[in-house]
C-alpha cells in the first residue's frame, strides 16, 4: 500500500482482484472492524461469482465459536474453520497447513 492511499479502496480493490482470502479468526481480528469489511467484501465477490469460493477461513483460537458478532456467527454456521488452534504443535500445524494448501488448490479445479 502507498503512504496516501484511501485503506477500505484500497482494500476492497485488492481483495477483488485476488481469487481468494484467507481469513485468519482470532479474538483480535474478530474485533477488528477492519477484518468485518474484507469478509464483507469476499462474500459480495462470491455472491457475483456462483459455485466459486473465495473466503478460506482458519481459526486460531475459539473465540468465533463463541463469538455473538453476526458476521463471524455467519461464518461459523456456514463455512467449515480450519483448525490452527494447536498451531504451537509442529504436527498438529503441519497436518492443519497440509490441508489448508490441499483445500486451495482444490478450489482452482
Known sequence: MKIGDKIWDRLDRTIRIHDK???????????????EKEVETAFEKERQNPGKTVLFP???????????????ADIRRTRH????????????????FD???????????
Open 81 to 96: 474453520i480450519g483448525d490452527f488452534t494447536n498451531w504451537k504443535n509442529h504436527d498438529s500445524y503441519k497436518k492443519a
Open 21 to 35: 482470502l484467507l481469513l485468519i479468526l482470532s479474538e483480535h481480528s474478530i474485533d477488528s472492524d477492519w477484518v
Open 58 to 72: 482458519i481459526r486460531l483460537d475459539g473465540a468465533v465459536m463463541e463469538t455473538n458478532k453476526a458476521w463471524a
Open 99 to 109: 490441508r489448508l494448501l490441499r483445500d486451495l488448490k482444490a478450489s482452482e479445479e
